[in-house]
């Protein structure tokens, strides 16, 4: 059985979870400042086990938008270094991520031009802000895949999408573990060649915890395996074809 987690940053856990040293594993990190992408590619390049897969990432992440990094993003996009860009988006979640909405426009625009510019998916962080997703929804169409990390939509928000002609896919991750309602309904009701799974590590902790741990990723499994009604190999096979179609494997 492969565990796939659709979202991780490398650079920041440090190392991937200790079953991976012998099961198959994939993953999607992101990076969002140039050091940060040198550790994760140095990181990337020590594991050289070929039952693990390894999607790299750069981002301008919305929370600290210096549109300037472009330049960077375009520079690894141009050199082959990366199979995706993000995380990319918009997050209102506090006063101060609020305040830099414009710079998070202007972040955004230029990623999702580099998306498409270079034919590779894009990885988007959205709090509360959903209307500018849809209001981008034709630009969105144009690439070849939108992977929307730790979905906080609806189901009916992400068939919204999909109506769209968007080739979405959305990724939960450990507010299902927590009973964040809107999670265990995506999980339940997503059509399944559309559903990712991921832990957002080191991040997304629930409480008590000083970190997330990639081998969390079970956890988020098995849950999700039960909300569902399937077996978690099935589970793990459907999630891992729709890994493969977001970012090729």
Not at 24 to 36: D, K, V
Not at 48 to 64: D, R, T
Not at 210 to 238: C, K, M
Request: charge should be neutral; charged fraction near 20%; aromatic fraction near 8%.
């Amino acid at each position: 059985m492969t565990y796939t987690d659709a979202h991780i940053h490398l650079a920041q856990c440090g190392a991937l979870p200790s079953f991976a040293a012998s099961a198959p594993y994939c993953a999607c990190t992101c990076a969002h400042s140039p050091s940060e992408f040198r550790r994760q590619q140095e990181l990337i390049a020590a594991l050289a086990a070929p039952h693990v897969h390894i999607v790299s990432a750069f981002g301008i992440h919305p929370q600290e938008p210096a549109a300037d990094d472009g330049t960077f993003l375009e520079s690894l996009l141009r050199g082959g270094d990366i199979r995706a860009v993000g995380e990319a988006g918009f997050d209102l979640f506090t006063p101060a991520f609020a305040a830099q909405i414009d710079a998070q426009e202007k972040a955004w625009q230029v990623q999702v031009a580099l998306a498409a510019a270079y034919g590779v998916p894009l990885v988007v962080h959205c709090r509360k802000d959903m209307e500018r997703l849809f209001r981008d929804s034709r630009q969105l169409k144009a690439l070849r895949a939108v992977v929307f990390h730790s979905f906080a939509g609806s189901p009916q928000d992400a068939r919204s999408l999909l109506r769209r002609g968007i080739n979405a896919f959305f990724s939960v991750g450990k507010p299902v573990l927590n009973g964040k309602k809107s999670a265990i309904a995506c999980v339940r009701e997503l059509p399944a060649d559309r559903l990712l799974l991921e832990t957002d590590a080191p991040f997304q902790t629930l409480k008590g915890e000083p970190r997330t741990d990639p081998a969390d990723i079970a956890r988020v499994y098995q849950t999700a395996a039960h909300l569902r009604g399937i077996p978690v190999e099935s589970l793990a096979a459907q999630v891992h074809a729709n890994f493969c179609a977001a970012f090729g494997c």
